[in-house]
């Protein structure tokens, strides 16, 4: 069977995986061709490197597409698609050396990996090889929750850990040929856009139509490291409480939703979200040019734009939701003149929630 088989298989599941797969296939045999494998060596840590997270296909889309760091309990999930892996593909002949890549290619060299615990030697050739390769390539690739390191920054880093994770005497010969690659590759996951704006719409978009909170923080992070003028704007709704309480959750609900509604409407133009969270997913913040609604907390919805809407814009969302009875209060912020850090805004916000002011313009 055609190893890419694989990788077409658990890129329908995850398109991130796609690329980060491919990179460490040619990243693993260009260093095994360095410490001289032979060209049978060479297809097995090829096919080895394609089949190494197939598994993935096993593990829940909450845990295997979830845009921020897994908690241990999650983490303890995905460490199973070693096994799947290795269930999926142990009928099919495939060389011993392939095999083993995907069954010991999260072992660390100290023995502190896992599913096996194995240590030094005890870990295959070839896994050893890919190891040091999947790791770089997780090093230097950027996705929503984490920027991606510098190449040199993870050539060091795998200089640190020679000995720790990685096999003490592949690690020169990795870096030497790992130093010649950068830039062979972009580091921006492909994502089939319509596939995907179902999947992602399904995860990340809250009930009111709003992206949900997890993403707002790495987003800001993003726009902040971007470097460019945006604003970012906070309604606060006063009263949520008190309509949950004389009227159920459901008219509370309903007023979360109008309220994202008319911002959606009033400051951005009725933009499909979907779309924006297509580029999230694929990094591609210098892409965004609408403004972005995020579900901060039980009463509170943010707007990250890379434009300052216009104040009766923003006026006139509060008269819509005062018209039903809803009081709102809003803050705006701009980078960089009321803001430096992700520290910076959240302090701010802290501040503005416990305020009594109706409005907060810094401008």
């Known amino acids: 069977m055609n190893p890419e088989f694989f990788i077409k298989l658990l890129e329908l599941r995850d398109t991130y995986t796609k690329g980060h797969t491919e990179r460490g296939v040619v990243y693993a045999v260009e260093i095994g061709r360095a410490l001289g494998l032979t060209e049978e060596e060479l297809k097995e840590l090829e096919t080895g490197g394609y089949i190494h997270d ?6 829940p889309d909450v845990i295997l597409l979830k845009p921020t760091r897994l908690t241990p309990k999650e983490y303890e999930v995905m460490k199973l698609h070693v096994k799947f892996g290795y269930e999926l593909v142990k009928g099919l002949e495939l060389p011993e050396g392939s095999l083993n890549v995907l069954l010991y290619h999260q072992e660390k060299y100290d023995g502190t990996g896992y599913p096996f615990g194995k240590k030094g030697k005890e870990i295959p050739l070839l896994a050893r090889i890919y190891t040091i390769a999947d790791s770089f390539e997780a090093m230097t690739a950027r996705r929503i929750y984490k920027r991606s390191k510098p190449w040199d920054v993870a050539l060091r880093e795998l200089e640190e850990l020679a000995g720790e994770h990685f096999d003490p005497d592949i690690v020169p010969y990795a870096v030497k040929v790992l130093s010649r690659m950068e830039g062979g590759f972009a580091v921006i996951p492909e994502i089939d856009t319509e596939i995907d704006k179902i999947r992602w719409s399904f995860y990340y978009i809250d009930f009111t139509g709003a992206i949900k909170g997890d993403l707002f923080l790495p987003t800001l992070e993003a726009f902040i490291e971007k470097g460019e003028p945006f604003c970012f704007t906070v309604f606060d709704i006063q009263n949520l409480f008190e309509v949950n309480r004389r009227f159920g959750w459901e008219r509370g609900n309903e007023v979360l939703t109008k309220l994202v509604e ?23 913040i210098l892409d965004i040019t609408s403004p972005l609604i995020f579900r901060l907390g039980g009463d509170e919805v943010g707007v990250i734009a890379p434009f300052i809407p216009p104040q009766e814009k923003v006026e006139s969302v509060v008269k819509a939701m005062d018209s039903l009875g809803v009081k709102l209060k809003y803050m705006q912020v701009k980078y960089p003149e009321n803001f430096k850090t992700v520290e910076d805004v959240l302090s701010l916000v802290s501040q503005f929630t416990k305020s009594s002011d109706i409005r907060l313009n810094f401008s």
């Open 54 to 59: 197939v598994g993935k296909v096993a593990i």
């Open 262 to 284: 008319f911002i959606n409407v009033q400051c951005c133009g009725m933009h499909d979200i979907r779309d924006t969270i297509i580029k999230l997913m694929k990094v591609d």
